[in-house]
């Protein structure tokens, strides 16, 4: 449902309630956190887990649910392995047959940390990588059919003559794991920017087989046009085949001047996509101070940045944006104040019975790991958990072994299991 419809549909509702928050498309009455909650618990008898102002507090959310959720626990108890440490900021953790773990570093160095928490040394052969603020080497996946190819999957900051891009390659392990070989780039995006942010990126491959990978639009005023613009990847999800050529039927493959590769548009700075159990793709970005979204991903649609959008600029001006408008996707969930989200997992795993379709999301501002209930592609709780350790968490993922792993955003940063408290 397209964010005009939602907001006016709940717009109407809260009228008829009687409710202060008096929506337009545009300029809200400003919103205490108590009646934000409220709203958008839909009037509902809960405790709301986010009781802290809003940044945006002038802004209502466009329907029940879509923010401050109830504050829910499972009661699971867990144990926390620090399985090594010593990683300098690790972006990307991806479990391997047998119980060892690939862990991207993000200056641009590739590792596996054995099950018992051995530190490999750097794997060879990865392709020139531009480190700078936010780039660097980024995320990694295996191929589904790694168990016969040994082929895995990386995402990087490329550097380029012009600037430098977020761009993705593929290569085969070498048996002893040391190693890379048949190393190619299969896809860049364009265009290239002379700057530091935003480069997205995650990948996961769909039921369908294809490579889903999420793009920044680079951060910068002049640059955050292109997320609208369907010639460009910047602030886009896009779908490619493993060789990275462009399937028939993506949305856009009929279109004139438009990248085939594209998916979906309008996206800020996407740092986690996660398929569901049955084979749907969700989102998750990070957005403006108080605009962190949730995104349930559908082919050909507009979720809106940098034209629709939630929160304001983190200088605390407002932004020239409206929270909803025809055509483009309302964000399914939102944070005001943000997380800042990084990596994102379903569990299906039998470990944890009682958290069996959840939503993981690694939660660097405030240093935790967020849990979220969605029931019929909505929000109805969230947990935060880890929150005592503080330490930002860049990634999570789910093992073979139905434990959680995750990797903390710090030079000193570390790779953790959460599994059934013995």
Same mark, same amino acid.
């Given at each position: 449902?397209?964010?005009?419809?939602?907001?006016?549909?709940?717009?109407?509702?809260?009228?008829?309630?009687?409710?202060?928050?008096?929506?337009?498309?545009?300029?809200?009455?400003?919103?205490?956190?108590?009646?934000?909650?409220?709203? =958008?618990?839909? #009037?509902?008898a809960?405790?709301?887990?986010?009781?802290?102002?809003?940044?945006?507090?002038?802004?209502?959310?466009?329907?029940?649910?879509?923010?401050?959720?109830?504050? /829910? +626990?499972?009661? /699971?108890?867990?144990?926390?392995?620090?399985? @090594?440490?010593?990683?300098?900021?690790?972006?990307a %953790?991806?479990?391997?047959?047998?119980?060892?773990?690939?862990?991207?570093?993000? $200056?641009?160095r590739?590792?596996?940390?054995?099950?018992?928490?051995?530190?490999?040394? $750097?794997? =060879?052969?990865?392709?020139?990588?531009?480190?700078?603020?936010?780039?660097?080497?980024?995320?990694?996946?295996?191929?589904?059919?790694?168990?016969?190819?040994?082929?895995?999957? *990386?995402?990087?900051?490329e550097?380029?003559?012009?600037?430098?891009?977020?761009?993705?390659?593929?290569?085969?392990?070498?048996?002893?794991?040391?190693?890379?070989?048949?190393?190619?780039?299969?896809?860049?995006?364009?265009?290239?920017?002379?700057?530091?942010k &935003?480069?997205?990126?995650?990948?996961?491959?769909?039921?369908?087989?294809?490579?889903?990978?999420?793009?920044?639009?680079r =951060?910068?005023?002049?640059?955050?046009?292109?997320?609208?613009?369907?010639?460009? &990847?910047?602030?886009?999800?896009?779908?490619?085949?493993?060789?990275? +050529?462009?399937?028939?039927?993506?949305?856009?493959?009929?279109?004139?001047?438009?990248?085939?590769?594209?998916?979906?548009?309008?996206h800020?700075?996407?740092?986690?996509? @996660?398929?569901?159990?049955?084979?749907?793709? *969700?989102?998750?970005?990070?957005?403006?101070?108080?605009?962190?979204?949730?995104?349930?991903?559908?082919?050909?649609?507009?979720?809106?940045?940098?034209?629709?959008?939630?929160?304001?600029?983190?200088?605390?001006?407002?932004?020239?944006? %409206?929270?909803?408008?025809? #055509?483009?996707?309302?964000? /399914?969930?939102?944070?005001?104040?943000?997380?800042?989200?990084?990596?994102?997992?379903?569990? =299906?795993?039998?470990?944890?019975?009682?958290?069996?379709?959840?939503?993981?999301?690694?939660?660097?501002?405030?240093?935790?790991?967020?849990?979220?209930?969605?029931?019929?592609?909505?929000?109805?709780?969230?947990?935060?958990?880890?929150?005592?350790?503080?330490?930002?968490?860049r990634?999570?993922?789910?093992?073979?072994?139905?434990?959680?792993?995750? /990797? +903390?955003?710090?030079?000193?940063g570390?790779?953790?299991?959460?599994? $059934?408290?013995?």
């Amino acid at each position: 449902m397209s964010r005009h419809h939602i907001a006016r549909h709940f717009c109407s509702a809260f009228f008829v309630a009687g409710s202060l928050a008096a929506c337009s498309g545009a300029v809200e009455k400003a919103v205490d956190s108590t009646t934000l909650a409220a709203a =958008s618990a839909g #009037g509902g008898a809960c405790t709301p887990l986010e009781t802290r102002e809003a940044n945006a507090n002038e802004q209502a959310p466009a329907m029940a649910g879509q923010t401050r959720a109830c504050g /829910v +626990t499972a009661g /699971v108890q867990f144990d926390v392995t620090v399985v @090594a440490k010593g990683l300098e900021f690790p972006w990307a %953790v991806e479990p391997l047959p047998g119980g060892d773990l690939l862990v991207t570093e993000k $200056p641009g160095r590739l590792r596996v940390v054995s099950a018992t928490g051995t530190i490999g040394e $750097p794997i =060879s052969g990865l392709p020139k990588i531009f480190v700078k603020g936010q780039g660097g080497l980024l995320d990694v996946a295996l191929s589904p059919s790694f168990d016969t190819d040994n082929t895995i999957f *990386w995402s990087y900051s490329e550097p380029r003559a012009n600037g430098n891009g977020t761009a993705i390659a593929r290569g085969v392990l070498s048996a002893d794991r040391k190693r890379l070989s048949e190393v190619k780039t299969i896809f860049r995006v364009v265009p290239s920017y002379d700057g530091d942010k &935003h480069f997205g990126s995650r990948i996961a491959f769909g039921p369908d087989g294809m490579l889903y990978a999420s793009f920044g639009e680079r =951060s910068d005023d002049p640059m955050r046009k292109y997320a609208q613009m369907k010639d460009s &990847h910047l602030g886009k999800i896009i779908r490619i085949q493993p060789d990275g +050529t462009v399937p028939s039927d993506n949305p856009l493959v009929n279109e004139s001047n438009a990248k085939p590769e594209i998916w979906s548009i309008g996206h800020r700075n996407p740092q986690a996509l @996660a398929f569901d159990a049955s084979g749907a793709l *969700w989102g998750i970005e990070h957005g403006t101070n108080g605009g962190d979204e949730l995104n349930f991903i559908e082919k050909g649609k507009n979720y809106g940045w940098a034209e629709v959008a939630y929160g304001e600029e983190y200088s605390g001006r407002a932004l020239p944006t %409206v929270t909803a408008r025809e #055509g483009t996707e309302q964000p /399914v969930y939102y944070w005001d104040p943000v997380i800042a989200p990084s990596g994102a997992q379903w569990y =299906s795993g039998d470990a944890f019975p009682a958290w069996k379709g959840n939503l993981f999301v690694g939660g660097m501002k405030d240093k935790l790991l967020v849990r979220l209930v969605v029931e019929n592609n909505k929000v109805t709780g969230e947990e935060h958990l880890l929150s005592d350790r503080k330490q930002r968490v860049r990634d999570v993922r789910q093992g073979p072994d139905g434990a959680l792993y995750l /990797v +903390t955003d710090q030079k000193d940063g570390e790779l953790w299991r959460l599994s $059934p408290k013995k």
